[in-house]
C-alpha cells in the first residue's frame, strides 16, 4: 500500500497526542522535555506536519517508546480503530462536505471521544468489507467494536458476578451445575422453568430457551447438553443480577430491533460466561498450564472440562482474561460452522488490538484448508477426541506477511443446529512476551503450517488443501499488468 503524506501526518499526530496523554504531559511539559517549540509540537498532532528523523527520536526518547513503535501505522487501544478508518481512504470515499464536516474536524471528534465515536465509525468501515448489511449485520459489527476498543475485558461485569457469588453463596472454586443455577432463578427471582412445552410446539429446532416476561417463566428446550443448560440459567441470572429488561427473549435470538438489546445480550453472556469461569481460579489454571513444557491435549481437555464441556464457552472466556491478566492481547477468535452439505462457514469472529489475517469475507469463500479451524472440522479422526469434541494445537505461519500465531482449538457438535458442527479457535500472536508466558510453544510435537486466508487468495504454491485457483490473485495480476501496460502507452505519447 502506497501511504499519502497526509495520512501518515493525521496517524502520526494521532499517536503522539495519545502516548503524551498516556504520559501526563502537557504540549508544554513535552516541549521543555524535547527542546521542540510548543507551536510546532501542535502542528505535528494537528497533523499539519510530519517531524524528520532526529526530531523523531527526541520524541520517542522523552516519551520513553521505542522509535519504531513511533513511526508504526498502527495505533492502540481505543484508538486502534481509527488508524484502519484513515489508511482505508474511506473517509475520502465519504462525501464529508455535504455535511458540512472537514476530515480533520471529523477526525478530531473521533480522537476526543474514541471509545463511543470510534466504535460507530469502525462499524461503518467494516461495513463496506461486507456489502450486504442487514440491521443485525449492523448492530453486531458495532458491538465488536465496543469490545475491540474495551479490549474485550470489563471489570464491573467481572465485580458482579464476584457480589452475585458472595450474595447468593455459590462456591466459584467448584463446577456449576444447572440445578444451583436453577434453584436461585426459583427462589430468588420467581422464575418458573418449564422444559416441556416447547416440544410441543412447532418451533424450530434452533430455539433453545424462551422468557415469558408475564408469568416470569423460562421454557427450555427438552435434552439440551448440560453445559448449554448452564449457560442459559447463567445468562438468566446475570438478566437479573444487572436489572436489564430491555433484552432479547429467545435463545438463539430471532431478531434485535435495537442496538441496547444487543448490547444488554453480550452483558448478560459475559455474566454468565465469568459466572461458569470465575476471574480468579481461570487465571490461577491458565498460569499453571501455561509453565507446561510440552503440549498436552488430555491436559488441556481436562483444565477446560474443569470448568464447562463448551469449548466456545472456554474459549471466549479466554479471549477476556488472556489481554488483561496476561498481556496477551494480539488474539483473535474464530468459529466456523458446517453441515454434511456444506462448506465450513465463518460465522463469528473477534480481533483484539488489530485486525488479523484470518477475518470474514464476502462473497463465496473457501477458507483456507490448513487452518485448524477448518481442518479439525473436516478431519477430526486426527486430533485428540473424547466423544464428539476434537482438540488440537498448531502454529499458523502466513505465506504473505510473516506473522506466526499459535492456535488452541476444538470441535464440538453444534448445539444449535442439529446435524452440525462447529469449530472455535483462539490464535495467539508468537511474540516476544508470549514466548515468556506460554512454555509450550516451543514443543517440536506442535505442527506449523503455512497459511494463507482464503484459496481465493492464497500465493502458496503446490497445496494438496487447495480447493479452487487463487482467482483473486489473478485477477489483481492481470490488472496490475493491464495498468502497467496502460502507463507505459501514455509515457510512451
Not at 448492530?139 to 458472595?166: I, K
Request: aromatic share 10%.
Amino acid at each position: 500500500m502506497v501511504l499519502q503524506e497526509e495520512q501518515l501526518r493525521i496517524i502520526f499526530g494521532l499517536k503522539l497526542k495519545q502516548i503524551r496523554t498516556e504520559r501526563g504531559l502537557s504540549l508544554f511539559g513535552l516541549s521543555k522535555k524535547t527542546q521542540l517549540s510548543k507551536s510546532y509540537l501542535n502542528e505535528i498532532e494537528k497533523g499539519k506536519k510530519y517531524p524528520k528523523p532526529d526530531k523523531i527520536l527526541a520524541l520517542a526518547k522523552a516519551l520513553e517508546v521505542e522509535y519504531d513503535e513511533m513511526v508504526s501505522m498502527k495505533l492502540s487501544g481505543s484508538m486502534a480503530p481509527l488508524s484502519d478508518i484513515i489508511l482505508s481512504g474511506i473517509l475520502k470515499e465519504i462525501p464529508l462536505e455535504l455535511f458540512g464536516i472537514e476530515e480533520s474536524n471529523l477526525i478530531d471528534i473521533i480522537a476526543g471521544a474514541p471509545d463511543k465515536v470510534s466504535a460507530f465509525i469502525s462499524t461503518l468501515f467494516e461495513m463496506t468489507r461486507h456489502y450486504q448489511v442487514s440491521r443485525e449485520n449492523f448492530y453486531l459489527a458495532a458491538l465488536r467494536s465496543y469490545q475491540e476498543s474495551h479490549q474485550n475485558y470489563f471489570p464491573e461485569l467481572e465485580q458482579a458476578v464476584r457480589d452475585f457469588a458472595r450474595l447468593y453463596q455459590l462456591d466459584l472454586q467448584q463446577k456449576l451445575s444447572s440445578a444451583e443455577l436453577a434453584e436461585i432463578l426459583k427462589e430468588e427471582f420467581g422464575y418458573q422453568l418449564d422444559e416441556e412445552r416447547l416440544a410441543k410446539e412447532d418451533l424450530p429446532g434452533t430455539l433453545r430457551s424462551l422468557f415469558i416476561p408475564k408469568s416470569k417463566t423460562l421454557l427450555l428446550s427438552p435434552g439440551i447438553p448440560e453445559a448449554q443448560k448452564v449457560f442459559i440459567l447463567a445468562k438468566e441470572l446475570g438478566y437479573c443480577h444487572l436489572q436489564i429488561e430491555d433484552r432479547p427473549l429467545s435463545f438463539s435470538w430471532i431478531k434485535f430491533d435495537r442496538f441496547e438489546e444487543v448490547l444488554h445480550n453480550f452483558q448478560a453472556s459475559y455474566f454468565a460466561g465469568a459466572l461458569v469461569l470465575p476471574e480468579d481460579r481461570i487465571c490461577t489454571a491458565l498460569k499453571s498450564f501455561f509453565k507446561e513444557k510440552q503440549w498436552d491435549s488430555a491436559r488441556f481437555h481436562q483444565l477446560m472440562s474443569d470448568f464447562t464441556d463448551s469449548a466456545e464457552t472456554f474459549l471466549q472466556r479466554l479471549t477476556n482474561i488472556l489481554p488483561t491478566h496476561f498481556g496477551l492481547n494480539q488474539l483473535f477468535f474464530l468459529r466456523l460452522q458446517q453441515d454434511s452439505q456444506s462448506a465450513p462457514v465463518l460465522s463469528k469472529e473477534l480481533h483484539l488490538s488489530r485486525k488479523h489475517q484470518p477475518q470474514a469475507l464476502t462473497g463465496t469463500i473457501n477458507y483456507c484448508r490448513r487452518w485448524l479451524s477448518t481442518d479439525i472440522l473436516l478431519n477430526p479422526k486426527d486430533y485428540y477426541r473424547s466423544g464428539a469434541l476434537a482438540l488440537g494445537c498448531q502454529v499458523s505461519a502466513y505465506q504473505d506477511t510473516g506473522e506466526e500465531y499459535l492456535m488452541l482449538g476444538a470441535r464440538e457438535n453444534d448445539p444449535v443446529s442439529p446435524n452440525a458442527q462447529r469449530s472455535v479457535v483462539i490464535g495467539l500472536e508468537l511474540n516476544a512476551n508470549f514466548k515468556k508466558q506460554v512454555q509450550f510453544h516451543k514443543d517440536p510435537k506442535i505442527s506449523t503450517q503455512i497459511v494463507g486466508t482464503s484459496c481465493e487468495s492464497c500465493s502458496v504454491q503446490n497445496c494438496a488443501q487447495r480447493v479452487c485457483p487463487p482467482s483473486r490473485l489473478i485477477k489483481e495480476e492481470q490488472e496490475k499488468i493491464l495498468q502497467e501496460k496502460l502507463k507505459q502507452i501514455l509515457e510512451e505519447d
